[in-house]
């Protein structure tokens, strides 16, 4: 396992349009984290799972925007309708809950693009 | 509200020099603080954490400072390498959550 994956690296799309990304943890790994990122911020907390179920939903996560973790595993992410305000790059990032170790392991990030 | 601040943008040292990279927290009930490392195109990498139990970690050339009273952080990269140019980030963290703060452009020259 070389680490968390996530695909596509990039995406354009019309506004209006939904999307779907999706990422891949590092397979030992029980937590998984979804993060937006703006050019010149921080990566942004959207949600997380532990194993198959998601235990925190930013407030930054609208209505358009839901994510899956069906059988604890792969993730996916979905914007329906998207905006041109949801142009960021999506991160993941998954972890193993160990003590109080809190390390999060990150993928390289979708790119999305809303024209 | 942002709950972790890295107040300066950039930073540029010479090759060999100490690097200091500070961060600022507000919320006390974060317990485990985090340093990532950000090359363009990729994801942030993990670099070195600590413990709110602890003062100080050290890994090779990099070491983190935490002074809780002053709910501040600080990573310390000796000697500094052309490799290490990349935004850093800070991250503070309670079980379930973390934030980060908006990232530190190093550049170490030759």
């Known amino acids: 396992d070389t680490g968390v994956s996530q695909d596509p690296r990039h995406k354009i799309t019309k506004r209006g349009q939904n999307v779907t990304f999706r990422c891949d943890p590092i397979?030992?790994?029980?937590?998984l984290y979804w993060y937006r990122q703006t050019l010149g911020q921080g990566p942004e907390f959207l949600t997380y799972f532990q194993n198959e179920a998601q235990l925190e939903k930013s407030r930054l996560l609208s209505d358009r925007f839901s994510a899956e973790r069906p059988k604890g595993s792969f993730s996916t992410l979905e914007i329906q309708r998207t905006e041109q305000g949801d142009s960021a790059m999506y991160l993941c990032?998954?972890?193993?809950?160990?003590?109080?170790?809190?390390?999060?392991?990150f993928g390289p990030g979708t790119r999305l693009t809303v024209t | 509200d942002q709950q972790v601040k890295q107040n300066s943008p950039s930073l540029s040292v010479q090759e060999g020099r100490i690097s200091i990279l500070n961060c600022d927290y507000t919320?006390?009930?974060?317990?485990?603080f985090l340093w990532y490392k950000k090359y363009p195109a990729e994801g942030p990498t993990f670099l070195i954490s600590?413990?709110?139990?602890?003062d100080k970690n050290e890994d090779g050339r990099f070491t983190v400072f935490l002074n809780k009273s002053a709910k501040h952080l600080s990573l310390h990269i000796v000697p500094s390498q052309p490799g290490d140019s990349a935004v850093y980030f800070c991250?503070?963290?309670?079980?379930?959550?973390?934030?980060f703060g908006a990232g530190t452009r190093l550049t170490v020259k030759p």
């Open positions: 990032a998954s972890s193993l809950v160990s003590g109080d170790s809190y390390e999060q392991y």
């Open positions: 919320n006390s009930m974060f317990d485990y």
């Open positions: 397979s030992e790994h029980n937590r």
């Open positions: 600590i413990s709110s139990i602890k």
């Open positions: 991250a503070a963290s309670a079980p379930g959550d973390m934030r």
